[in-house]
């Protein structure tokens, strides 16, 4: 279901989906939160943000990868782009993750780019620190319907919607590069 409450259309192969505009899917994730963003041709189609609270095991990485199918059929998605943290914040858990995330895409068809977190600040304006608080804003004036997100996000004691927006900062980014 999108943000609008209508359910999508299948994916059925058309122009515009063969045409330079691509979807791409953004995906930041640890294992509790997954952020999701979609856009399509320089515009924000889709976000969410993911809570799975249960303690880590096979059936986690099982539910996390299930809870992307829909959203791969829906909006035909042709390209994924991952928010890969520092080194030293992997787990062998988030490494798993990671792995059958890559995996599915794979068997998907579906090439799966990985970008390194601290690259997302690139988006942040120039001469202005490089903090989250300036690329949710930064991303917040790009699309709009995340300024009720970051406002949230700044209210909040503890962070749950910044991988929401690492998601549509690595999807932009990537839009951005090519």
């Known amino acids: 279901m999108t943000k609008s409450g209508k359910i999508g259309q299948p994916c059925t192969p058309s122009l515009s989906t063969r045409a330079s505009g691509m979807v791409t899917l953004g995906i930041s994730t640890n294992t509790r939160l997954l952020g999701l963003a979609i856009i399509k041709q ?6 969410s943000i993911h809570l799975h609270k249960s303690s880590w095991s096979p059936s986690k990485v099982t539910e996390i990868i299930t809870s992307l199918e829909p959203c ?5 998605i042709k390209r994924v782009c991952l928010s890969i943290p520092h080194e030293y914040h992997q787990t062998k858990e988030f490494k798993a993750l990671i792995a059958r995330i890559r995996e599915y895409f794979e068997k998907q068809n579906i090439p799966v780019y990985a970008q390194k977190s601290e690259a997302i600040y690139d988006l942040c304006p120039q001469g202005q620190k490089k903090t989250k608080k300036h690329l949710m804003q930064a991303l917040s004036l790009r699309y709009p319907q995340l300024t009720f997100c970051q406002q949230k996000e700044l209210r909040n004691k503890n962070k749950y919607y910044y991988k929401l927006f690492e998601a549509v900062a690595v999807a932009a980014l990537h839009e951005e590069n090519g």
């Open 42 to 47: 320089g515009a924000l189609v889709d976000y």
């Open 72 to 76: 791969v059929r829906q909006y035909c």
